[in-house]
Structures are given as C-alpha cells and as structure tokens.
C-alpha cells in the first residue's frame, strides 16, 4: 500500500456519461497530481493542485475537471465520455510542489468507456 | 521542459546486473534525474533520484555523466521482480510559483530472463 487511496478501482460507463474519480493523498503531503495512461500514449499530465489551488495544468480536455477539497481529497470529473477517454487514471501525491521531493502514486482506476 | 531519451526495451537474466542508460542532453543545471519503474497493472514507484554525484540506495545505483548529458540505472541482480517499465525523468529543483510535474517519456521495458 503506497498511501495514495484511489477510488473506484474499476469503471466501467456509457458513452456521453459523467464519472468521479477519488484520490486521498498520502498523509502529510499537499500536492495531488492527475495522470491518464492509455495503451498508446504513455502517462500523459493531466493536472496538479496544491493545498487545493490548481498549481500547473497539462493536457486536460475541457470536458475533465479538477478540485483539492480542504482535506486535501482529490475529484478528477470527467464528463460527456467518449471511447477514447478509455484509460487508466493515477493519481499521485508529494509533500510540496518544488525540490526533490518524488511522488507516490496509487495503484490507479481504470475506466472503460463502451 | 527537457527531454530525455531511453531504448525502448532491454533484456536481462535473472541475477545478472542491468545497466539502464537515460540521455539528457538539455539538462540544466538545475535538473534533478529522478527515475521511477512501473511493475504490470501498478502505478509508478519511485526508485532513485540525483543530481550529481552518483548514488546508491537499496533498490539501485545512479551512475551520472560527469558532464550530466547521461545517467545510467544500475540495478545490480536483477530478480524476476524488476521486470517493468523504467522510466527516467528531469525534475527542476526550483521549479516557477512553486509549479512542477513529472513529464513521462515512453520508458524502457525491462524483460528478466529466469
């Protein structure tokens, strides 16, 4: 158990629905990190929060959406689904935002679009 | 954000010591060589990171350039259990407004022959 909690595990949904996924953070740390992984493209940056500001933004559709709650959870919405957004979702956390602080990720939630 | 290259896929026997090279030929002097390994079906795990200097920890060694344009993940009895996806990544220490994110390249994929 790495300390990073990801809810569901597993998703699978219609196509045109909305979807939540859930992240808790490792205990102490303050930033959230957002990752898709798909069969052909690799780990692609989704979004970071820290202390629940967003912090940096990579290639996020504007059909997903980002929050940090106050307990540091984090909501990755991903809405109006399309079979592409097929994919598995990591989410990762770090105590700060700068330095050499590495990451912990969660084992992930995949979600399948049919 | 600096690149950095890495052979797609390497094979090693079990026991026998792995050499993962890693360039990084735009590194900047404030880039930390951060490495991390994603096991089948898990999210990446953090192995070892460095700026400099070479270093040692229980999982691997870091072997870095003198000029810092290339590193090298030494793992050194690979076990059946290291067969993953080697990912090596640069990190600015300082980062801009307290904003950083690992940016994954496609990794190497490490196969162990039993």
């Known amino acids: 158990d790495s300390g990073v909690t990801q809810t569901p595990k597993h998703l699978i949904t219609a196509t045109g629905q909305r979807v939540t996924l859930r992240c808790s953070p490792r205990?102490?740390?303050?930033?959230v990190y957002w990752y898709q992984q798909s069969l052909d493209q690799g780990l692609q940056f989704l979004i970071q929060?820290?202390?629940?500001?967003?912090?940096a933004k990579g290639n996020i559709l504007e059909r997903f959406s980002a929050q940090q709650f106050p307990d540091l959870h984090s909501e990755l919405n991903l809405s109006s689904l399309e079979l592409g957004d097929s994919a598995l979702y990591f989410c990762a956390s770090s105590v700060a935002t700068q330095g050499y602080y590495g990451y912990t990720f969660g084992s992930g939630t995949r979600l399948t679009v049919v | 954000d600096a690149k950095t290259t890495q052979p797609n896929s390497m094979e090693s026997n079990e026991e026998e010591p792995v050499h993962l090279p890693c360039n990084h030929s735009?590194?900047?002097?404030?880039?930390?060589i951060h490495w991390y390994r994603q096991l089948p079906s898990q999210g990446p795990e953090y192995v070892i990171h460095g700026l400099t200097s070479n270093v040692n920890n229980r999982m691997a060694s870091l072997a870095i350039a003198e000029d810092r344009k290339s590193s090298t993940l030494i793992l050194h009895r690979a076990t059946l259990r290291d067969a993953a996806v080697y990912y090596c990544?640069?990190?600015?220490?300082?980062?801009?407004?307290?904003?950083?994110?690992?940016?994954f390249g496609t990794g190497t994929r490490l196969k162990v022959l039993a």
């Open positions: 990544i640069l990190r600015d220490v300082k980062g801009t407004s307290g904003t950083y994110k690992y940016i």
């Open positions: 735009t590194i900047s002097g404030t880039d930390y």
């Open positions: 205990s102490g740390d303050l930033s």
């Open positions: 929060y820290y202390n629940g500001e967003e912090r």
